[in-house]
């Protein structure tokens, strides 16, 4: 048996993607480390920016209701996002681990390289769904109801690059979600504002994703894997800037509808330098490294829209 297969070889212990030196790696028993990539624990920044749009959303309801933040609810999104960006993960990894054997940068996974069985990864999936569901059922009826319905979505995504050049629609509409759900939770209504904010993280999230995907433009081409990346092409900086632009508008407009003040502006304003800065750099032969880089750093974006309607929404109790 191979060392990727066995688990044995300090390359089995970190892929490529992953923190480098991070604490679970270093510390977690042998018999853990597969479940651990698997929800990619190791590699946070998936369920951070799964996190923001439910933190952006719950912040900004507050700013609306012109009350403090609840800290309370922001408490229950993180443990939701941890656990159901975890779900989500393993059951990728599931529908994917043939073709992710083929490809370079994610051979090593856990159900591709066999170091972690199939029917093991769907116990996984459901004990990860049972928190996610716990914390969904802290909510409001309304909140409950929408959160039934993303799930549908996560189904969706790991066939949709077999089928259709834009994956990272669906996987936007499905990181998007919690732009949904942070304000009905505040709010026990859909409002104009989280419709704005919920297009203006589905955007985001194709954009980002669509850098995400630079890193594989050749192993997709020959296992026939479809992106936005590879659909842009030599246009990629164009079609990632305009879609960070209309994120960045419509996050404006979600501002102005739920009666924003300049603190919440602020932050659009920040987030929108970010998103420039990213498109500057990137390009359709950025080297791999870059493209990880940039696309980590949408965690720094997304914060910088959240601390703008959180200090807007602290400002009230005072």
Request: overall charge positive; some cysteine.
């Amino acid at each position: 048996m191979s060392a990727a297969r066995s688990g044995d070889s300090s390359e089995a212990t970190a892929l490529p993607d992953a923190i480098a030196g991070h604490p679970l790696l270093r510390r977690a028993p042998p018999a853990l480390l597969p479940y651990i990539q698997l929800a990619r624990l190791d590699r946070p920044v998936g369920w951070q920016l799964l996190l923001l749009p439910c933190w952006e959303s719950s912040a900004l309801a507050s700013v609306a209701l012109r009350e403090g933040p609840n800290i309370w609810h922001l408490t229950l999104f993180f443990i939701g996002a941890v656990a159901m960006r975890g779900a989500g993960s393993t059951y990728n990894d599931y529908v994917d681990r043939e073709i992710d054997a083929k490809v370079e940068r994610t051979r090593l996974r856990p159900l591709a390289s066999g170091r972690a069985t199939p029917r093991a990864a769907l116990g996984f999936i459901v004990a990860q769904c049972l928190v996610g569901l716990a914390v969904l059922l802290s909510f409001n009826g309304l909140t409950i109801a929408l959160g039934l319905i993303s799930p549908l979505i996560v189904l969706i995504y790991p066939f949709a690059k077999r089928f259709t050049s834009w994956p990272q629609a669906i996987l936007g509409s499905a990181f998007a979600y919690g732009a949904l759900l942070g304000w009905t939770a505040q709010t026990g209504a859909l409002g104009a504002p989280t419709l704005f904010l919920y297009a203006a993280a589905v955007a985001w999230t194709i954009g980002f994703d669509t850098i995400y995907a630079l890193q594989d433009l050749t192993d997709d081409a020959i296992v026939g894997v479809r992106s936005t990346a590879r659909l842009f092409g030599p246009s990629v900086q164009l079609a990632v800037g305009a879609l960070y632009a209309l994120s960045a508008a419509s996050a404006a407009v979600a501002v102005f509808l739920s009666g924003g003040g300049w603190l919440s502006y602020l932050g659009v304003a920040a987030y929108a330098a970010h998103l420039a800065w990213q498109t500057v750099q990137t390009k359709e032969d950025v080297a791999p490294a870059t493209a990880l880089r940039l696309f980590r750093s949408n965690r720094d974006a997304g914060l910088l829209l959240f601390a703008g309607f959180f200090a807007q929404s602290a400002a009230f109790l005072f």
